[in-house]
Protein backbone atom coordinates (compact mmCIF):
# COMPACT_ATOMS: atom_id res chain seq x y z
CA UNK A 1 0.00 0.00 0.00
CA UNK A 2 1.17 3.22 -0.68
CA UNK A 3 1.94 4.98 2.44
CA UNK A 4 2.42 8.67 0.88
CA UNK A 5 2.28 10.17 -2.25
CA UNK A 6 3.62 13.35 -3.78
CA UNK A 7 2.66 15.38 -6.95
CA UNK A 8 3.74 18.70 -8.04
CA UNK A 9 2.86 21.11 -11.23
CA UNK A 10 0.42 18.58 -12.89
CA UNK A 11 -3.04 20.90 -14.18
CA UNK A 12 -4.60 22.59 -11.50
CA UNK A 13 -2.15 20.75 -8.46
CA UNK A 14 0.88 22.95 -7.77
CA UNK A 15 1.78 20.67 -4.70
CA UNK A 16 0.22 17.63 -3.39
CA UNK A 17 1.97 16.27 -0.50
CA UNK A 18 0.02 13.59 2.07
CA UNK A 19 -0.17 10.54 3.57
CA UNK A 20 -2.89 8.15 2.77
CA UNK A 21 -4.93 5.38 4.20
CA UNK A 22 -6.99 2.66 2.74
CA UNK A 23 -9.58 5.45 1.65
CA UNK A 24 -9.06 8.62 0.65
CA UNK A 25 -11.54 11.54 0.54
CA UNK A 26 -10.59 14.93 -1.38
CA UNK A 27 -13.13 17.49 -1.43
CA UNK A 28 -13.09 21.21 -2.52
CA UNK A 29 -15.06 23.95 -5.17
CA UNK A 30 -14.35 23.54 -8.98
CA UNK A 31 -11.27 24.03 -10.03
CA UNK A 32 -9.74 23.44 -7.11
CA UNK A 33 -6.99 20.59 -8.01
CA UNK A 34 -9.28 17.93 -7.11
CA UNK A 35 -9.19 15.84 -9.81
CA UNK A 36 -6.35 16.40 -11.41
CA UNK A 37 -4.70 15.02 -8.72
CA UNK A 38 -6.11 11.78 -9.86
CA UNK A 39 -5.29 12.58 -13.26
CA UNK A 40 -1.57 13.31 -12.26
CA UNK A 41 -1.28 10.04 -10.78
CA UNK A 42 -2.70 7.97 -13.41
CA UNK A 43 -0.96 9.91 -16.14
CA UNK A 44 2.30 9.72 -14.54
CA UNK A 45 1.90 5.94 -13.56
CA UNK A 46 0.74 5.07 -17.11
CA UNK A 47 4.00 7.15 -18.58
CA UNK A 48 6.15 4.98 -16.51
CA UNK A 49 4.33 1.71 -18.01
CA UNK A 50 5.06 2.54 -21.42
CA UNK A 51 8.83 3.76 -20.42
CA UNK A 52 9.33 0.73 -19.29
CA UNK A 53 7.76 -1.56 -21.74
CA UNK A 54 9.69 0.41 -24.83
CA UNK A 55 13.25 0.48 -22.44
CA UNK A 56 13.37 4.33 -23.50
CA UNK A 57 13.18 7.37 -21.18
CA UNK A 58 11.76 9.08 -24.41
CA UNK A 59 8.18 7.88 -25.28
CA UNK A 60 5.61 9.07 -27.95
CA UNK A 61 2.47 10.70 -26.81
CA UNK A 62 0.94 8.21 -29.37
CA UNK A 63 2.12 5.40 -27.26
CA UNK A 64 0.81 6.59 -24.14
CA UNK A 65 -1.96 4.50 -21.92
CA UNK A 66 -3.61 7.53 -20.88
CA UNK A 67 -3.46 11.42 -22.15
CA UNK A 68 -6.06 13.47 -20.65
CA UNK A 69 -5.46 15.97 -22.94
CA UNK A 70 -5.02 16.45 -26.34
CA UNK A 71 -2.26 18.72 -26.21
CA UNK A 72 0.30 17.21 -23.59
CA UNK A 73 2.64 20.38 -23.51
CA UNK A 74 0.07 21.80 -21.17
CA UNK A 75 -0.71 19.41 -18.34
CA UNK A 76 1.89 21.25 -16.41
CA UNK A 77 0.87 23.73 -14.26
CA UNK A 78 0.56 26.99 -15.08
CA UNK A 79 3.75 27.06 -17.73
CA UNK A 80 3.99 24.10 -20.29
CA UNK A 81 6.46 21.21 -20.47
CA UNK A 82 10.00 22.27 -21.69
CA UNK A 83 12.73 20.12 -22.33
CA UNK A 84 14.90 22.28 -19.78
CA UNK A 85 15.13 21.36 -16.38
CA UNK A 86 12.51 22.83 -13.91
CA UNK A 87 9.37 23.02 -16.22
CA UNK A 88 8.66 19.45 -15.63
CA UNK A 89 5.99 17.76 -13.12
CA UNK A 90 7.14 14.97 -10.70
CA UNK A 91 5.04 12.56 -8.62
CA UNK A 92 6.75 10.81 -5.92
CA UNK A 93 5.32 7.16 -4.16
CA UNK A 94 6.48 6.01 -0.97
CA UNK A 95 5.83 2.37 0.10
CA UNK A 96 7.79 1.76 2.85
CA UNK A 97 7.92 -1.26 4.84
CA UNK A 98 8.97 -1.10 8.56
CA UNK A 99 13.30 -2.20 7.72
CA UNK A 100 13.07 0.35 4.57
CA UNK A 101 16.02 3.05 4.05
CA UNK A 102 14.18 6.16 3.40
CA UNK A 103 16.14 5.64 -0.59
CA UNK A 104 14.65 2.09 -0.56
CA UNK A 105 11.06 3.44 -0.03
CA UNK A 106 10.15 5.55 -2.64
CA UNK A 107 9.82 6.29 -6.58
CA UNK A 108 9.82 9.35 -8.13
CA UNK A 109 8.87 9.67 -11.69
CA UNK A 110 9.68 13.23 -13.53
CA UNK A 111 7.88 14.18 -16.78
CA UNK A 112 9.20 16.95 -18.87
CA UNK A 113 8.77 17.75 -23.07
CA UNK A 114 11.21 15.59 -25.13
CA UNK A 115 13.23 17.00 -27.81
CA UNK A 116 11.36 16.67 -30.59
CA UNK A 117 7.66 17.70 -31.57
CA UNK A 118 5.07 14.98 -29.53
CA UNK A 119 7.53 13.53 -27.01
CA UNK A 120 7.76 13.34 -23.15
CA UNK A 121 10.65 12.57 -21.12
CA UNK A 122 10.34 10.39 -18.36
CA UNK A 123 12.82 9.26 -15.94
CA UNK A 124 12.64 7.03 -12.82
CA UNK A 125 14.68 7.05 -9.70
CA UNK A 126 13.80 4.84 -6.38
CA UNK A 127 13.59 1.45 -5.49
CA UNK A 128 13.81 -1.49 -7.88
CA UNK A 129 12.13 -3.25 -5.34
CA UNK A 130 8.58 -1.00 -5.46
CA UNK A 131 8.54 -0.50 -9.32
CA UNK A 132 8.70 -4.07 -9.71
CA UNK A 133 5.57 -4.19 -7.55
CA UNK A 134 3.84 -1.60 -9.03
CA UNK A 135 4.82 -2.21 -12.71
CA UNK A 136 5.54 -5.80 -13.56
CA UNK A 137 3.79 -8.14 -15.98
CA UNK A 138 0.08 -7.10 -17.64
CA UNK A 139 -1.94 -6.01 -14.69
CA UNK A 140 -2.39 -2.28 -14.17
CA UNK A 141 -1.63 -1.09 -11.29
CA UNK A 142 -3.56 1.81 -10.59
CA UNK A 143 -7.04 2.43 -12.12
CA UNK A 144 -8.99 5.70 -13.21
CA UNK A 145 -12.34 5.49 -13.57
CA UNK A 146 -14.33 8.65 -14.10
CA UNK A 147 -18.33 9.04 -12.39
CA UNK A 148 -20.54 6.75 -14.94
CA UNK A 149 -23.43 8.72 -17.02
CA UNK A 150 -24.60 6.05 -18.92
CA UNK A 151 -23.38 2.85 -21.70
CA UNK A 152 -23.71 2.33 -25.10
CA UNK A 153 -26.60 0.44 -26.48
CA UNK A 154 -24.23 -1.93 -27.90
CA UNK A 155 -21.33 -3.68 -27.72
CA UNK A 156 -18.84 -6.46 -29.64
CA UNK A 157 -16.34 -8.38 -28.55
CA UNK A 158 -13.21 -7.00 -28.33
CA UNK A 159 -9.46 -8.96 -26.91
CA UNK A 160 -8.10 -8.30 -23.31
CA UNK A 161 -5.39 -6.12 -25.22
CA UNK A 162 -7.86 -3.93 -26.29
CA UNK A 163 -9.98 -3.64 -22.40
CA UNK A 164 -6.51 -3.07 -20.95
CA UNK A 165 -5.65 -0.49 -23.38
CA UNK A 166 -9.40 1.45 -22.83
CA UNK A 167 -8.99 0.85 -18.50
CA UNK A 168 -5.92 2.70 -18.72
CA UNK A 169 -7.36 5.45 -20.47
CA UNK A 170 -9.93 6.01 -18.25
CA UNK A 171 -12.71 4.58 -20.69
CA UNK A 172 -14.49 2.16 -18.42
CA UNK A 173 -17.89 2.17 -19.15
CA UNK A 174 -17.25 1.96 -23.03
CA UNK A 175 -16.70 -1.95 -22.49
CA UNK A 176 -18.49 -2.75 -19.58
CA UNK A 177 -20.00 -5.94 -20.95
CA UNK A 178 -16.90 -6.97 -22.01
CA UNK A 179 -15.12 -7.11 -19.32
CA UNK A 180 -18.56 -8.90 -17.54
CA UNK A 181 -18.06 -11.40 -20.34
CA UNK A 182 -14.79 -12.31 -19.44
CA UNK A 183 -15.22 -12.31 -15.92
CA UNK A 184 -18.00 -15.56 -16.93
CA UNK A 185 -15.06 -17.13 -18.56
CA UNK A 186 -12.59 -16.85 -15.62
CA UNK A 187 -15.26 -18.16 -12.95
CA UNK A 188 -15.48 -14.98 -11.71
CA UNK A 189 -18.97 -14.05 -12.18
CA UNK A 190 -20.13 -15.70 -8.71
CA UNK A 191 -17.91 -13.32 -7.17
CA UNK A 192 -19.10 -10.64 -9.03
CA UNK A 193 -22.87 -11.56 -8.48
CA UNK A 194 -22.17 -12.00 -4.65
CA UNK A 195 -20.38 -8.48 -4.06
CA UNK A 196 -24.17 -7.01 -5.91
CA UNK A 197 -25.96 -8.72 -3.64
CA UNK A 198 -24.68 -7.96 -0.73
CA UNK A 199 -25.88 -3.84 -1.48
CA UNK A 200 -28.67 -5.25 -4.16
CA UNK A 201 -30.26 -8.16 -2.91
CA UNK A 202 -32.52 -9.34 -5.44
CA UNK A 203 -29.72 -8.39 -8.53
CA UNK A 204 -28.47 -11.09 -10.57
CA UNK A 205 -26.04 -11.07 -13.53
CA UNK A 206 -26.28 -13.25 -16.58
CA UNK A 207 -24.83 -13.32 -19.75
CA UNK A 208 -26.08 -15.42 -22.65
CA UNK A 209 -23.91 -14.49 -25.06
CA UNK A 210 -22.26 -17.15 -27.58
CA UNK A 211 -19.34 -15.46 -29.24
CA UNK A 212 -19.81 -18.56 -31.87
CA UNK A 213 -23.51 -17.45 -32.75
CA UNK A 214 -23.84 -13.62 -31.76
CA UNK A 215 -22.14 -10.43 -32.89
CA UNK A 216 -23.29 -8.19 -30.00
CA UNK A 217 -22.41 -9.04 -26.01
CA UNK A 218 -26.14 -9.74 -23.97
CA UNK A 219 -25.60 -8.75 -20.55
CA UNK A 220 -28.76 -9.51 -18.57
CA UNK A 221 -30.21 -8.12 -15.11
CA UNK A 222 -32.79 -10.76 -13.13
CA UNK A 223 -34.40 -8.43 -10.96
CA UNK A 224 -37.70 -9.60 -8.59
CA UNK A 225 -40.50 -7.02 -9.73
CA UNK A 226 -42.97 -5.70 -6.89
CA UNK A 227 -45.53 -8.54 -7.37
CA UNK A 228 -42.45 -10.84 -6.75
CA UNK A 229 -41.87 -12.41 -10.71
CA UNK A 230 -38.73 -12.99 -11.91
CA UNK A 231 -37.63 -11.08 -14.66
CA UNK A 232 -34.69 -10.36 -16.97
CA UNK A 233 -33.73 -6.42 -18.54
CA UNK A 234 -31.18 -5.94 -20.61
CA UNK A 235 -28.08 -4.33 -18.73
CA UNK A 236 -28.61 -0.56 -20.46
CA UNK A 237 -31.82 -0.58 -19.15
CA UNK A 238 -30.25 -0.58 -15.39
CA UNK A 239 -30.41 2.75 -13.54
CA UNK A 240 -27.01 4.75 -13.16
CA UNK A 241 -26.87 4.26 -9.48
CA UNK A 242 -26.51 0.22 -10.24
CA UNK A 243 -24.22 1.16 -13.14
CA UNK A 244 -21.89 2.79 -11.65
CA UNK A 245 -21.36 -0.01 -8.81
CA UNK A 246 -21.69 -2.64 -11.29
CA UNK A 247 -19.10 -0.86 -13.31
CA UNK A 248 -16.33 -0.41 -10.37
CA UNK A 249 -16.87 -3.78 -8.98
CA UNK A 250 -16.25 -5.81 -12.65
CA UNK A 251 -13.69 -3.98 -13.50
CA UNK A 252 -11.98 -4.08 -9.72
CA UNK A 253 -12.39 -7.83 -10.27
CA UNK A 254 -11.28 -8.36 -13.49
CA UNK A 255 -8.09 -6.20 -13.29
CA UNK A 256 -7.58 -6.34 -9.47
CA UNK A 257 -5.91 -3.26 -9.34
CA UNK A 258 -4.17 -1.98 -6.39
CA UNK A 259 -4.90 1.60 -6.52
CA UNK A 260 -8.68 3.04 -7.50
CA UNK A 261 -8.75 6.50 -8.98
CA UNK A 262 -12.76 7.60 -8.55
CA UNK A 263 -13.22 11.16 -10.01
CA UNK A 264 -16.73 11.96 -8.81
CA UNK A 265 -18.37 8.44 -8.72
CA UNK A 266 -21.22 10.17 -6.75
CA UNK A 267 -22.29 12.56 -9.69
CA UNK A 268 -25.21 10.91 -11.21
CA UNK A 269 -26.65 8.96 -8.08
CA UNK A 270 -29.58 9.61 -5.68
CA UNK A 271 -28.68 10.32 -2.19
CA UNK A 272 -29.17 6.62 -1.28
CA UNK A 273 -27.51 4.57 -3.72
CA UNK A 274 -24.26 7.38 -2.75
CA UNK A 275 -24.77 5.26 0.64
CA UNK A 276 -25.00 1.73 -0.80
CA UNK A 277 -21.74 2.88 -2.86
CA UNK A 278 -19.72 4.02 -0.06
CA UNK A 279 -20.60 0.27 1.80
CA UNK A 280 -19.02 -1.00 -1.91
CA UNK A 281 -16.37 0.62 -2.01
CA UNK A 282 -15.15 0.11 1.93
CA UNK A 283 -16.08 -3.81 1.03
CA UNK A 284 -13.48 -4.02 -1.86
CA UNK A 285 -10.73 -2.06 0.13
CA UNK A 286 -10.96 -3.93 2.99
CA UNK A 287 -11.59 -7.56 1.07
CA UNK A 288 -9.25 -7.16 -2.32
CA UNK A 289 -6.99 -4.70 -0.36
CA UNK A 290 -7.48 -1.57 -2.58
CA UNK A 291 -6.58 1.71 -1.93
CA UNK A 292 -8.80 4.05 -2.89
CA UNK A 293 -8.45 7.56 -3.73
CA UNK A 294 -11.52 9.80 -4.39
CA UNK A 295 -13.19 13.23 -5.24
CA UNK A 296 -16.69 14.40 -4.26
CA UNK A 297 -19.13 17.34 -3.69
CA UNK A 298 -21.32 14.72 -2.03
CA UNK A 299 -21.54 15.28 1.46
CA UNK A 300 -23.76 11.96 1.58
CA UNK A 301 -20.92 9.96 0.74
CA UNK A 302 -18.37 12.37 2.39
CA UNK A 303 -20.72 11.19 5.86
CA UNK A 304 -20.57 7.49 5.07
CA UNK A 305 -16.71 6.95 4.48
CA UNK A 306 -15.96 9.95 6.66
CA UNK A 307 -15.13 7.86 9.77
CA UNK A 308 -13.38 5.05 8.27
CA UNK A 309 -11.40 7.18 5.46
CA UNK A 310 -9.10 10.28 5.66
CA UNK A 311 -10.40 13.73 4.19
CA UNK A 312 -8.31 15.78 2.61
CA UNK A 313 -9.62 19.76 1.61
CA UNK A 314 -8.17 21.13 -1.62
CA UNK A 315 -8.04 24.68 -2.42
CA UNK A 316 -6.10 26.69 -4.99
CA UNK A 317 -3.90 23.44 -6.12
CA UNK A 318 -3.39 22.86 -2.99
CA UNK A 319 -4.01 21.15 0.59
CA UNK A 320 -5.97 23.59 2.60
CA UNK A 321 -6.56 21.15 5.26
CA UNK A 322 -6.41 17.24 5.91
CA UNK A 323 -7.78 14.94 8.98
CA UNK A 324 -10.48 17.72 9.71
CA UNK A 325 -13.95 16.72 11.21
CA UNK A 326 -15.59 15.06 9.06
CA UNK A 327 -19.17 17.14 10.56
CA UNK A 328 -17.33 20.81 10.16
CA UNK A 329 -17.05 19.44 5.93
CA UNK A 330 -20.55 17.94 5.85
CA UNK A 331 -22.22 21.32 6.78
CA UNK A 332 -20.14 23.29 4.76
CA UNK A 333 -20.63 21.31 1.63
CA UNK A 334 -24.05 20.74 2.30
CA UNK A 335 -24.46 24.85 2.08
CA UNK A 336 -21.57 25.09 -0.71
CA UNK A 337 -19.72 26.92 1.56
CA UNK A 338 -16.15 25.43 1.48
CA UNK A 339 -14.46 28.38 -0.80
CA UNK A 340 -15.80 31.25 1.56
CA UNK A 341 -15.21 29.16 4.89
CA UNK A 342 -11.38 30.10 5.11
CA UNK A 343 -12.51 33.72 3.80
CA UNK A 344 -15.10 33.54 7.40
CA UNK A 345 -11.97 32.49 9.06
CA UNK A 346 -9.16 34.70 8.08
CA UNK A 347 -11.51 37.49 9.44
CA UNK A 348 -12.61 39.17 5.71
CA UNK A 349 -16.59 38.91 7.51
CA UNK A 350 -17.58 40.57 10.08
CA UNK A 351 -21.05 39.03 9.81
CA UNK A 352 -22.73 35.89 7.98
CA UNK A 353 -26.33 36.81 6.45
CA UNK A 354 -28.48 33.54 6.24
CA UNK A 355 -31.06 33.76 3.89
CA UNK A 356 -33.60 31.88 2.47
CA UNK A 357 -33.47 33.05 -1.22
CA UNK A 358 -31.57 31.38 -3.64
CA UNK A 359 -31.08 34.75 -5.19
CA UNK A 360 -29.39 36.76 -2.95
CA UNK A 361 -29.53 40.49 -5.05
CA UNK A 362 -32.57 41.39 -3.11
CA UNK A 363 -30.92 40.80 0.58
CA UNK A 364 -27.95 42.30 -0.78
CA UNK A 365 -29.23 45.76 -1.85
CA UNK A 366 -31.30 45.44 1.35
CA UNK A 367 -28.53 44.99 3.86
CA UNK A 368 -26.09 47.81 2.64
CA UNK A 369 -29.17 50.46 2.14
CA UNK A 370 -29.49 50.03 5.82
CA UNK A 371 -25.84 50.04 6.61
CA UNK A 372 -24.86 46.52 7.26
CA UNK A 373 -21.65 46.05 5.60
CA UNK A 374 -18.50 43.45 5.90
CA UNK A 375 -21.23 41.18 5.41
CA UNK A 376 -21.34 37.49 3.69
CA UNK A 377 -24.96 36.87 2.07
CA UNK A 378 -24.79 33.04 2.22
CA UNK A 379 -28.33 31.24 1.05
CA UNK A 380 -28.74 28.58 3.19
CA UNK A 381 -31.74 25.99 1.92
CA UNK A 382 -32.81 24.91 5.40
CA UNK A 383 -34.03 28.45 6.77
CA UNK A 384 -37.44 27.85 6.85
CA UNK A 385 -36.01 25.03 9.86
CA UNK A 386 -35.46 26.54 12.54
CA UNK A 387 -33.84 23.82 14.30
CA UNK A 388 -31.52 23.12 11.30
CA UNK A 389 -30.30 27.15 10.51
CA UNK A 390 -29.64 27.19 14.47
CA UNK A 391 -27.23 24.12 14.40
CA UNK A 392 -25.60 26.03 11.41
CA UNK A 393 -25.61 29.46 12.81
CA UNK A 394 -23.28 27.55 16.40
CA UNK A 395 -21.43 25.89 14.05
CA UNK A 396 -19.90 29.35 12.32
CA UNK A 397 -20.27 31.03 15.62
CA UNK A 398 -17.98 27.61 17.22
CA UNK A 399 -15.29 28.07 14.49
CA UNK A 400 -15.55 31.75 13.97
CA UNK A 401 -16.14 33.28 17.70
CA UNK A 402 -16.16 36.83 16.69
CA UNK A 403 -18.79 36.78 13.48
CA UNK A 404 -21.75 37.62 13.77
CA UNK A 405 -24.65 35.99 12.26
CA UNK A 406 -27.94 37.00 11.34
CA UNK A 407 -30.43 34.58 10.43
CA UNK A 408 -33.12 35.89 7.53
CA UNK A 409 -36.76 34.56 7.66
CA UNK A 410 -39.78 35.93 5.60
CA UNK A 411 -42.46 37.22 7.42
CA UNK A 412 -45.10 34.87 4.91
CA UNK A 413 -48.22 36.57 6.67
CA UNK A 414 -47.54 35.89 10.37
CA UNK A 415 -49.03 37.61 13.38
CA UNK A 416 -46.79 39.96 15.60
CA UNK A 417 -47.68 37.01 18.42
CA UNK A 418 -46.10 34.18 16.03
CA UNK A 419 -42.99 36.50 15.20
CA UNK A 420 -42.04 37.22 18.60
CA UNK A 421 -42.07 33.10 19.25
CA UNK A 422 -39.84 32.37 15.88
CA UNK A 423 -37.88 34.80 17.20
CA UNK A 424 -36.95 33.31 20.97
CA UNK A 425 -36.32 30.16 18.93
CA UNK A 426 -33.36 32.20 16.98
CA UNK A 427 -31.61 33.06 19.79
CA UNK A 428 -27.43 32.50 20.75
CA UNK A 429 -24.47 34.05 21.63
CA UNK A 430 -24.20 36.40 18.38
CA UNK A 431 -26.81 34.96 16.67
CA UNK A 432 -29.57 37.51 15.10
CA UNK A 433 -33.19 37.13 13.69
CA UNK A 434 -34.70 39.27 11.09
CA UNK A 435 -37.90 38.35 9.97
CA UNK A 436 -39.10 40.58 7.36
CA UNK A 437 -41.76 43.33 8.17
CA UNK A 438 -43.82 42.92 5.61
CA UNK A 439 -44.47 39.56 4.12
CA UNK A 440 -41.23 38.66 2.37
CA UNK A 441 -38.09 40.27 1.10
CA UNK A 442 -39.58 41.33 -1.75
CA UNK A 443 -42.49 42.97 -0.44
CA UNK A 444 -39.59 46.30 -0.29
CA UNK A 445 -39.38 46.66 -3.68
CA UNK A 446 -43.24 46.72 -4.51
CA UNK A 447 -44.39 49.68 -2.64
CA UNK A 448 -46.19 51.94 -4.00
CA UNK A 449 -43.01 54.81 -2.70
CA UNK A 450 -40.29 52.78 -4.07
CA UNK A 451 -42.21 51.75 -7.27
CA UNK A 452 -42.83 55.69 -7.78
CA UNK A 453 -39.29 56.08 -8.01
CA UNK A 454 -38.35 53.48 -10.22
CA UNK A 455 -40.85 54.59 -12.70
CA UNK A 456 -40.80 58.33 -12.16
CA UNK A 457 -44.07 58.74 -11.39
CA UNK A 458 -46.44 60.11 -8.87
CA UNK A 459 -47.14 58.16 -5.48
CA UNK A 460 -50.64 58.36 -5.56
CA UNK A 461 -50.61 57.08 -9.22
CA UNK A 462 -48.45 53.88 -7.87
CA UNK A 463 -50.64 53.36 -4.95
CA UNK A 464 -54.08 53.14 -7.47
CA UNK A 465 -52.02 50.64 -10.25
CA UNK A 466 -50.98 48.40 -7.17
CA UNK A 467 -54.91 48.56 -5.80
CA UNK A 468 -55.88 48.48 -9.37
CA UNK A 469 -53.46 44.80 -9.56
CA UNK A 470 -54.46 43.30 -6.22
CA UNK A 471 -58.51 44.06 -7.31
CA UNK A 472 -57.53 42.24 -10.11
CA UNK A 473 -56.58 38.93 -8.49
CA UNK A 474 -58.41 39.09 -5.06
CA UNK A 475 -59.76 35.24 -5.23
CA UNK A 476 -56.27 34.11 -5.75
CA UNK A 477 -54.58 36.75 -3.20
CA UNK A 478 -57.56 35.31 -0.61
CA UNK A 479 -56.91 31.51 -1.12
CA UNK A 480 -53.49 32.67 -0.84
CA UNK A 481 -53.40 34.55 2.46
CA UNK A 482 -55.70 31.18 4.06
CA UNK A 483 -53.35 28.84 2.93
CA UNK A 484 -50.33 31.12 4.73
CA UNK A 485 -52.53 31.29 8.30
CA UNK A 486 -53.39 27.55 7.74
CA UNK A 487 -49.54 26.77 7.69
CA UNK A 488 -48.98 29.00 10.63
CA UNK A 489 -51.94 27.52 12.62
CA UNK A 490 -50.63 23.88 11.80
CA UNK A 491 -46.74 25.06 12.83
CA UNK A 492 -44.53 23.70 15.79
CA UNK A 493 -45.21 27.38 16.97
CA UNK A 494 -48.41 26.74 18.43
CA UNK A 495 -46.86 23.03 19.91
CA UNK A 496 -48.62 24.20 23.34
CA UNK A 497 -50.83 26.83 22.63
CA UNK A 498 -53.91 27.33 20.77
CA UNK A 499 -53.49 29.65 17.96
CA UNK A 500 -55.05 33.07 18.18
CA UNK A 501 -56.55 33.17 15.17
CA UNK A 502 -57.58 29.71 13.10
CA UNK A 503 -57.38 29.40 9.37
CA UNK A 504 -61.08 29.81 8.72
CA UNK A 505 -60.84 32.91 10.57
CA UNK A 506 -58.11 34.32 7.35
CA UNK A 507 -61.53 35.30 5.59
CA UNK A 508 -63.00 37.38 8.20
CA UNK A 509 -59.25 39.08 9.16
CA UNK A 510 -59.48 40.21 5.41
CA UNK A 511 -62.59 41.66 5.39
CA UNK A 512 -62.11 43.69 8.39
CA UNK A 513 -58.72 44.71 7.09
CA UNK A 514 -61.11 45.85 3.77
CA UNK A 515 -63.48 47.65 5.88
CA UNK A 516 -60.41 49.89 7.40
CA UNK A 517 -58.91 50.80 3.80
CA UNK A 518 -61.67 51.82 2.45
CA UNK A 519 -62.77 48.08 0.74
CA UNK A 520 -59.44 47.19 -0.60
CA UNK A 521 -57.32 44.49 0.80
CA UNK A 522 -54.12 46.90 2.25
CA UNK A 523 -51.02 45.69 0.51
CA UNK A 524 -49.55 44.46 3.42
CA UNK A 525 -51.07 41.31 3.89
CA UNK A 526 -50.49 40.63 0.12
CA UNK A 527 -47.31 38.70 -0.44
CA UNK A 528 -44.39 40.42 -2.43
CA UNK A 529 -43.71 38.00 -4.47
CA UNK A 530 -46.99 37.99 -5.81
CA UNK A 531 -47.26 41.53 -6.54
CA UNK A 532 -43.72 41.58 -7.80
CA UNK A 533 -44.81 39.25 -10.50
CA UNK A 534 -47.85 41.11 -11.14
CA UNK A 535 -46.23 44.68 -11.46
CA UNK A 536 -43.43 43.14 -14.22
CA UNK A 537 -45.86 41.32 -16.05
CA UNK A 538 -47.76 44.32 -16.23
CA UNK A 539 -45.54 47.54 -16.19
CA UNK A 540 -45.11 47.81 -20.14
CA UNK A 541 -48.82 47.59 -20.96
CA UNK A 542 -49.80 50.22 -18.21
CA UNK A 543 -46.84 52.90 -18.24
CA UNK A 544 -45.38 51.74 -21.86
CA UNK A 545 -41.53 51.02 -20.72
CA UNK A 546 -40.00 48.52 -18.12
CA UNK A 547 -37.64 49.20 -15.46
CA UNK A 548 -36.09 46.88 -12.74
CA UNK A 549 -37.23 46.87 -9.37
CA UNK A 550 -35.11 45.34 -7.97
CA UNK A 551 -32.68 47.97 -7.01
CA UNK A 552 -32.21 50.47 -4.33
CA UNK A 553 -33.96 53.61 -3.61
CA UNK A 554 -35.11 55.60 -0.45
CA UNK A 555 -38.50 53.89 -0.14
CA UNK A 556 -36.85 50.50 0.97
CA UNK A 557 -35.90 51.33 4.82
CA UNK A 558 -36.08 48.40 6.82
CA UNK A 559 -35.85 49.81 11.05
CA UNK A 560 -35.06 46.37 12.06
CA UNK A 561 -32.00 46.40 9.39
CA UNK A 562 -31.02 49.60 10.73
CA UNK A 563 -31.12 48.40 14.04
CA UNK A 564 -29.19 45.75 13.25
CA UNK A 565 -26.46 47.65 11.67
CA UNK A 566 -26.51 49.86 14.90
CA UNK A 567 -25.94 46.82 17.19
CA UNK A 568 -23.18 45.51 14.64
CA UNK A 569 -21.30 48.92 14.56
CA UNK A 570 -21.42 49.41 18.62
CA UNK A 571 -20.63 45.91 19.44
CA UNK A 572 -23.44 45.34 21.84
CA UNK A 573 -24.84 42.07 21.69
Known sequence: MINKIELHDFKNVKEFNTELKSINILIGENNSGKSSVLQGIHFSLMAEVIRRKNGMETVSE????????????????????????????NLTVYMKEKNDDEDDSKISIEIRKGRNPGNLSIKTNGSNVIRNKMFQGSKLYSMYVPGISGIPIKETLVSRAVLRSAVARGDANMYIRNIMYYLKIDGKLEELNKYLK????????????????????????????YEGENIDVPIEQAGTGMLQILQILAYVLYFEPKLLLLDEPDEHLHPNNQRILAEVLEKISEEKGIQIILCTHSRHL????????????????????????????????????????DEILGGKYQ?????????????EILLKHNGIEDTLVFPFKGCGNIAMVMMLAEFIHQVTPNCYIVIHRDRDLLLDKEVEEVCKKIQGDKIIPFITEQSDIEAYFVTAKHISR???????QAEEWIDELIKENETEIIIDYSNKRNEAHKSNIYTRRKSPEKWTDAKKTLDDAKKKNGGKIPPELVKGKFLK?????????????????ISDSDAIDSPR?????????????
Not at 63 to 89: E, F, M, W
Not at 351 to 363: A, F, G, I, K, P
Not at 533 to 549: D, F, T
Request: a negative charge; proline letters at 3%.
Open 454 to 460: VLGIEKT
Open 198 to 225: AVFQDITIRIPFNPDNDINIQVDIGIKT
Open 533 to 549: KKINGAMKKKWGYERQI
Open 62 to 89: NDLLYLPSSNIICLRHDHPYTVSTGNNS
Open 302 to 341: LAALGDSGKIIWMKDGKIKDENADVNKFEILMDIGALDKF
Open 561 to 573: LKEIAELLRENKL
Open 351 to 363: CVYLTEDSNVQMS
